[in-house]
């Protein structure tokens, strides 16, 4: 089949139709993911196409929802659980990081847990608080849980079908703001590993590295430093836990200098580790201290207020300024 283009959002109905069509042990659940297809329209069509059986308007309990997709993937199914949104989450957390994540090492190996929880994540779309929050560092410090968030189509369609084919159980992270962006989509391409990096742009000055929502901020702010002669490369982690450290460690070691941008507060986040991993392996080839870019140590602001919160073009490029400045 030939590549078609598609939103990222279609993109991950796409996938999850395949899945459905392809194992009849696949069912998805959530809040309103039936009748009106989600508050997204991400699982649009798929209960009409399915039934009730397979696509499951649940109650509005996400601790239920989580606990009772547990005993489906022990009894054999692999069910993909919706969270409406990044904040609603955490009445689940407790099934997550005491049940789901910890299952398998229980067992001594012999449970497996193929859940997936999609949850659609991040700001920019004029939302309150709980409904644009980046929480990902806290389920990426849980042992026995993959974390993961694509940037582009492509890679939402396949990283959602490795999800629902690992016996793993696998949090996966969509960046709402990105739900229109188009690309590519080929159905039939044979997808890399799911939790290796990707470089999203050659370059010789400097690294970038990010995932999710930020990727197409810092490929904005390359394509801006290249008008004024910087070569930036930039890296698409694509997953949060594990990280592809082998892949920034080569980028840096070209470039000398890494830059992390993330949504999440700077504070203990993604980009702390990141940074932290890359000192060491790197020590010798850094030009200049690992810089991180991402939002405040602060609750996520009124709508109004959010472009001030939010990484952008200024505060990446201003990153950069201040790591070519060393």
């Not at 279609?10 to 459905?20: F, G, Q």
Request: with cysteine; net charge negative.
């Amino acid at each position: 089949m030939a590549a078609e283009k598609m939103s990222l959002s279609k993109a991950i109905n796409a996938s999850l139709r395949t899945a459905l069509d392809s194992d009849p042990k696949v069912l998805i659940m959530g809040e309103d993911v039936g009748k009106l297809g989600g508050v997204f329209r991400v699982t649009d069509g798929l209960q009409k196409d399915f039934g009730e059986d397979r696509v499951i308007d649940t109650p509005l309990a996400e601790s239920g929802i989580v606990g009772t997709a547990i005993g489906l993937a022990l009894r054999g199914y692999r069910p993909v659980v919706e969270i409406q949104f990044d904040g609603f989450v955490f009445p689940a957390y407790d099934q997550i990081v005491t049940q789901l994540a910890k299952m398998h090492a229980r067992s001594l190996g012999k449970v497996k847990m193929p859940v997936v929880i999609r949850i659609p994540y991040g700001g920019g779309i004029g939302a309150v608080e709980h409904h644009s929050e980046s929480p990902e560092a806290l389920f990426a410090h849980v042992a026995g849980l993959k974390v993961i968030s694509p940037s582009n189509a492509s890679d939402a369609y396949w990283m959602l079908q490795q999800a629902i084919g690992s016996d793993d159980p696998v949090i996966y992270f969509e960046p709402k703001r990105r739900y229109h962006d188009k690309g590519e989509v080929d159905t039939s391409a044979i997808p890399g590993p799911l939790h290796a990096a990707r470089v999203a742009r050659p370059g010789t000055d400097l690294t970038l590295a990010a995932y999710g929502p930020m990727v197409k901020v810092a490929l904005d702010a390359a394509a801006a430093a290249a008008e004024e002669g910087t070569s930036l490369e930039v890296v698409d982690l694509r997953s949060m836990s594990p990280i592809d450290f082998d892949t920034v460690q080569r980028s840096v070691e070209r470039t000398g200098r890494l830059v992390v941008v993330h949504e999440a507060p700077v504070f203990l986040g993604t980009g702390a580790e990141i940074a932290a991993r890359i000192t060491e392996r790197c020590f010798y080839h850094l030009q200049a201290p690992v810089l991180r870019v991402g939002g405040y140590h602060a609750p996520y602001p009124p709508s109004r207020l959010e472009d001030e919160y939010l990484p952008d073009l200024d505060r990446v490029l201003d990153a950069v300024d201040r790591a070519l400045a060393y």
